[in-house]
Nanobody, 124 residues
Framework: QVQLVESGGGSVQAGGSLRLSCAVS????????MGWFRQAPGKEREGVAI????????YYADSVKGRSTISRDNAKNTMYLQMNSLKPEDSAMYYC?????????????????WGQGTQVTVSS
């Protein structure tokens, strides 16, 4: 059974940093591209950053580009999102997701497996 478990969320002040982690199990991790997505209350889920199976390709939403870094450690079956210079508008539930292969898309519809989410709250 595929399992994705997020951690690392919390409450920070604007300008602060957080590192989110996503631990995966139940499948051959290296065959799956991964991504981080977020959903704020009353808004649709949106893509934040994605990373290819080997980690060589990444893609970021304009809203986080230059402030966030996605990475993965295939030896540990774990993906990360380092977020710096956080803004109140970054507040949301953050989800990790996975799919077979790489499509280079930030659309949540392209991803089959989802974690339960970790909350990020940024205060001004």
């Amino acid at each position: 059974q595929v399992q994705l478990v997020e951690s690392g969320g919390g409450s920070v002040q604007a300008g602060g940093s957080l590192r989110l982690s996503c631990a995966v199990s139940g499948y051959t991790y290296t065959q799956y591209s991964m991504g981080w997505f977020r959903q704020a209350p009353g808004k649709e889920r949106e893509g934040v950053a994605i990373i290819s199976t080997g980690g060589g390709r990444t893609y970021y939403a304009d809203s986080v580009k230059g402030r966030s870094t996605i990475s993965r450690d295939n030896a540990k079956n774990t993906m990360y999102l380092q977020m710096n210079s956080l803004k109140p508008e970054d507040s949301a539930m953050y989800y990790c997701a996975a799919r077979v292969g790489w499509v280079g898309s930030l659309s949540p519809r392209e991803y089959n497996y989802w974690g339960q989410g970790t909350q990020v709250t940024v205060s001004s």
